[in-house]
């Protein structure tokens, strides 16, 4: 039994060759993500083999991620924000023109651009909701691709309602409302609302998910648990109110609210022409696909044979028979192919990665903990590859959120981990979305109370099961797992031998405080039904009382910090407070502070600054292998 050997931080947080390969409309060429002065650019080439790509962005400040085809090939948009601070703007890209320079479509300061979508039957047009008249409202606007031509079609109603087209120039509405109702209006040109459906926002702590109007602009697919635990596709009818089921699973849930976290492609596979519905994503501990078209049937079933992981990210020509597909795996991430259903031939295009050996990889496998109260934690352990896995140092990796899960996958983190000598725990507690209602609002008042319990759980089990050493834990985590972990080494000092923090919350009252004001009402379902409401003394006492800053005195283990100094979310201020007070103390912190980054790091040299620092922290104090 031989330990593969050690992969630099560099090989893992480096940026891919490639990545988030996409078909152009016409299906003569295809767009990725690519290094370009040590930023990921779009590039474009040709799908014939042998042709030259090209570069046609030209971000050297900050990584771009999110880009999409128009309609017409020859413009391409992408979105980019300000060092992190989450206010992106609609760029495009005239595709024609070598030389022509980027152009901003939604030029207003400090706004931010969302939902960007294209108006069916009118070629060139999309709509997109912006905040420029208000931080807190989002209007619903206009534009037209090739000139750039900006209107207002429809003013937000109010703080926390977003305007959406219908079929025939309609508009209809998403409200959140005060009390923490999800209504769906419609909204006539007196700016009167009409309730066309309201749903428990108790449910939907993150919202509605998916939320799409469906390809006729008559009805709106959504993510429903109304009458059920897991959540399934049904139609509204948006002049009826009348609601349809058009899918579900007996077992698993619909994959909306993770993918929403995420910010990436909905659960609904459409077709790239019609917008129809053809394809519904399920997630339990691998993904299920639902075809709802025979034509994508076959389609589905040729492409799942092309590679042995879940299907990724799709994209189709207008035809419906070129497609690019990418693969989630656990050891050999986003592998991308080519596929024509009209002659029935493949080819891969590219590994994200190719200097990963997939055989030096650790499996990702799943396994469920029992909670002390009898609640099943889906959970995946991440074991060292070539080592006996008995009494390892371990790393309990906690997702952010709290309203995400863990999935299988290849996550670097896990990975750069195990390649060290580390177990590492991922741990679907209580409170984590894609598992049904009742596991989700399992959590509701149990932040540093059952949430964490289940954490420690996780750890006793694994000590038992005999793969931990319990003197050689650690708790990591970012956001929600960085509060986890300072609530790790204040609530718990005894079970953890050091802690990782990354823009985690040490104050919940300070943080509800300084939300960003374009989360309007969408706190009240979240962090106010499951924390709190700092406007109520009580409720602050509480929250205060399940907040690491009141406990820092109990803190002995050392620290890792690292923070975003333009995060929206969670406000420098929520670190340095935490290091000022522990350093004062004598604790032993290392503070990372990362000036042109926000809530979690995009620039590369940045993530590896980051991993190196993980690194040597952990070879410190559990004793793993190092680098340095």
Known sequence: MTAPPLISVEDFFGPPVRSGATLSPDGTRLAFLAPWKNRLNVWIEDLLPGSEPRCVTADETRSVHDFRWTDDPRWLLYLQDTGGDENSHVFRVDLEDSDAAAVDLTPFPGSRAVAIEP??????????????????????YEI????????????????????????DGKVFVFAMTAD????????????????????????????????????DGTG????SNRGRDLAHLIRLDLETGEETVVDSHPTLELDGARRAVEQTSPPLICDSATGELIGVRYLGERQVIHALEPGFADILKNLEQL??????????????????????????????YYYDHNT???????????????????????????????????????LPVGVQPESLPMVLLVHGGPWYRD????????????????????????????????????????????????????????????????????????????????????????????????????????FMRTQPAFIGPGIINSWHRFVGDPADPDQLADMLARS???????????????QGANDPRVVKAESDNVVERLRSRGVDVDYLVFDDEGHGFVNPENSIRYYRAVEKFLAQHLGGRSQQ
């Open 344 to 382: 029935g031939s493949s080819r891969r295009l590219f590994r994200p990665y190719p200097h990963l050996d997939p055989g030096d990889m650790a499996p990702m496998a799943p396994v469920n903990v029992q909670a002390r109260d009898g609640l099943t934690l889906p959970s995946y352990l991440t």
């Open 180 to 215: 923490g109702t999800i209504d769906i209006t419609r909204l006539d040109e007196s700016g009167a609302e009409a309730t066309v459906a309201s749903f428990d926002g108790t449910d939907y702590p993150m919202g509605i998910s998916p939320m799409q109007i469906t390809a």
């Open 548 to 562: 690491p800053i009141s406990k820092l005195d109990a803190i002995r283990a050392p620290l890792l910090i690292a």
């Open 307 to 336: 590679f042995d992981g879940d299907i990724g990210a799709l994209s189709s020509d207008e035809s419906g028979q070129k497609w690019i597909v990418s693969f989630v795996h656990d050891r050999d991430p986003s592998v991308t």
């Open 119 to 140: 108006v069916r039957g009118r070629a060139g047009v999309y709509t997109v909701l912006i905040n420029a008249r208000s931080i807190a409202e989002f209007d619903l």
């Open 220 to 223: 709106m697919w959504l993510g």
């Open 407 to 510: 999935s299988w996958t290849f996550d670097p983190i896990a990975q750069m981990l195990a390649n060290r000598g580390y177990a590492v725990l991922q741990v679907n507690f209580r409170g984590s979305v894609g598992y049904g209602t009742a596991h989700t609002n399992a959590g509701v008042g149990q932040f540093a109370g059952a949430m964490h319990d289940d954490l420690i759980d996780a750890v006793n089990w694994a000590v038992e099961a005999g793969y931990a050493d319990r003197e050689r834990v650690a708790i990591m985590g970012g956001s929600y797992g960085g509060y986890a972990a300072l609530v790790g080494a204040s609530f718990t000092p005894d079970t953890f031998a050091a802690a990782i923090d990354c823009v985690g919350i040490s104050d919940l009252s300070n």
């Open 144 to 167: 037209k691709i090739a000139t750039g031509e900006l209107t207002m079609i429809r003013q937000s109603p109010g703080v926390g309602r977003y305007p959406m087209l219908g079929a």
